[in-house]
């Protein structure tokens, strides 16, 4: 294994722990939040935090593609526009970061098509 598929590995596993901290972090903070109107903010950072755990441990398979660079960069900025979108907009009701969110979704789609090729 080369120093660049352990630098993934190492984002991987940050990525995971930070993850299950933001898991844990939205279970709190959303506890309360019952109304219907808050709904979608729950939803919001419930996804983005489901897609976040999913592509960082999707993320350790970057170093087995013939490209593990790409993957691995599409892949991280990903998870940061569309994750980090989610979970801005949930905590600050930020409407305009909600704009990132797709192209975050389609460097996670372009990911892993990448990794199909």
Known sequence: MNSCDRALVRVAGVSGAIA?????YGAHVFRQKQRPEEFKVVKAYETGNRYHLI???????????RRPQLVGGLLIG????????????SLTDNQCIRK??????????????CMAL
């Open 55 to 65: 592509h960082s441990a999707v993320l350790l398979a970057a170093p087995l593609t």
């Open 78 to 89: 990903g998870m940061l526009l569309f994750s980090g979108g989610c979970y801005i907009y």
């Open 20 to 24: 299950v901290v933001m898991g844990a």
């Open 100 to 113: 990132v969110t797709p192209f975050g979704g389609l460097m996670l789609i372009a990911a892993w098509v």
